[in-house]
């Protein structure tokens, strides 16, 4: 099975991550659109450490850090939702502006 | 050096041991010195307000001295001690030594003896004064000055001392600054003594030219040898003796001592009897081997002496104020030293030096004990106070007993050596001066005692002048009083003619001792009291019985008497002649070269300074603080501009990262 496969569905991953980030409003929606993002950079990691047999497991021991990294993120992404839902009775990014000049 | 002097006394013949306490003498000068230090930052708050220390010290001293006296007495070599002060290249060094011989340790005897007695009179006497504590630090200075000026054995070092006694006496004359006289008084009394001081600082420069050192054991020594000589010689001698005139208050510098009358009394009897007058006869006493041999010197020293002597009893005659008197007394005794040491008799000139002291400790103690009462100086406000003041009238009668030169009284001797002294120089013809001595000596005896008698008679006999009722002092005055009574009656039996120690501990090397002598030794004392016997009895005739009345404001003498009573118008002389000239002209030249010449290079440096702070001040407003001000707006202006861009939506910021993400992607793929 040739790695373009790979390749195509990470992009596609990906971009709908991206499309999340970038589109939605709701907080946790965002946090899930991060975790497929990283999930695509996951499949392109095991797609190319099997393409390469040399390189032995490493794109896959790789992946591992990245899933127990993206859990951590998560966990510390979703206590701030809450306690931003906490203070503000909302998860909407767009009134979360007061960072700002 | 030390061994040099045990080798010298070696072959000699003399025996020499080294003394135990004699080698630790210089601890004497530094106990007052001390004190002084501590009474200065801590009297305050002691309960004594500082006197006790003080006291201590001079009587730790005092103890002292007698031991290492007593050391000298049985037959201990002295000591002399020095080590390295400064070191100059060339290999010029100063020393700073002691050097504790049998004059060194009369004049230790003397001055902590006196002090000791001083300090406890002033108990009394300063008690309600305000400066109490400050007064006590300055006789422990003045003190301490004394005896390091004492135990020098180098002239710098003695210089240092000789200076630090002027201060001291300067801020104790001076001591009731409140009133103007007294702190010109006090000036007077260290410009005047100024004036010797630069004579005896070129004294020493030359002698150092001369002799390459300022060792005054080993210049003597090359004065004794002739290495030394001449003229030069000579003018370094009278150099020295400037010093001496003006430290002890000699003919023409004498003008300063009545003034000094304005300190606290006890400091006059400090000044008097042991700590400052009595320097420049130990000056020329010290370096008396070099005056010997330097030509006319002793000449001018025995001439300067009698014109000093008679000079000053004449004046003592007509003074009112009581301490003036003694004032004058001193002057003219102080005379009688330096005359006897003029005509060559050293063991009489010192041993009057040491009797002297007693009395005149006591005179003065005794005064104060009557001014302390009748709250006046002046004798026309004392009178009739034999009854009032018991032990004030017998102490002041033994004292002027004393200074008469009464048979047994410590005066008698000692003058009696003097007198017979210049007889002895003038019949035997060693010196031209000697007969000028013995004529004015004689005539200041009889003088001395007229004077005292005048002063006795006015203070203690007749009618009480003054205002309210005069009574005794309290004991810490009157116990200080009879213990110089009692030293004034015993010390003289120390110089008995021919047997008295003194001959053998102040006997220079080099003149003979002489022999019992029915002349010298009976007829010529006889004579001396049957003279200071008939003064007394002339003065109680005319002071008391007021026989020979002579008008002294009209009649044929007035014009004596005025001349006597004006000081025979050295004041004015001295102000008008020397004073005056000097301050307007020289004022003249002086606010000349103050207004145009230092006020044109202060301007001068003002004015620059103005132009380089004008030109600074350019520089930092114009180009420093343009930089910086530049660089702040830059960074505000563009802070301003890229403020917009942060909206505070994170969405937003996301956006912009992947877009330019995108674009470097696209970048690398296209390249």
Redesign the interface.
Known sequence: MPVSYFLVLSALLFSIGIYGVLARQNAVLILLSIELMLNAVNINLVAFSSMLADAGLDGQVFALFVIAVAAAEVGIGLAIVILMFRNRQTVDVDEMSLMKW | MTDFLLLAAEEAGHEVHKGTFTEYMWIVPLLPFLSAIVIGFFGKKMKNRGHAVGIAAVAIGFALSLVGFAELAAGNAHVEKAWTWFEFPGGFELEFGMNYDFLAGVMFVVVTFISMLVQIYSTGYMHDDERYTWFYAVLSLFTGSMLFLVIANNLTQMLVGWEGVGVCSYFLIGHYWEEKENSSAAMKAFITTRVGDIGFMFGIFALFVLAGTFNVGEINHLAEEGEIGGTALTVAALLLFCGAVGKSAQFPLHVWLPDAMAGPTPVSALIHAATMVVAGVYLVARMFPLFEHAGAALDVVAIIASITMLMAAVLALVQDDIKRVLAYSTISQLAYMMAALGVGAYTAGVFHLFTHAMFKALLFLGSGSLIHAVHSNNMSDMGGLRKYMPHTFRTFIIGSLALAGIFPLAGFFSKDEIIGGALRAASEGHRATAWIVLVSAVVTAFLTALYMTRACVKTFWGEYRGHGHPHESAGSMVTPLWILAIASVTVGFLGVPVIGPVHDWLHLPGHELHGFDPFYNLILPAGSVLLALSAIFIGWQVFHKGRLKVDVLGGPFAWAYRFVANKYYLDELYIRGIVRPIQYSWAKVAYWINQKVIDGIVNGAGTATLGGARVAYTIDQDVVDFAVNGAAGITGASGGLL??I??????RY??VL?AAVAVFVAAIALT
């Open positions: 403020k917009y942060q909206t505070g939506n994170v969405q996301a956006a992947f």
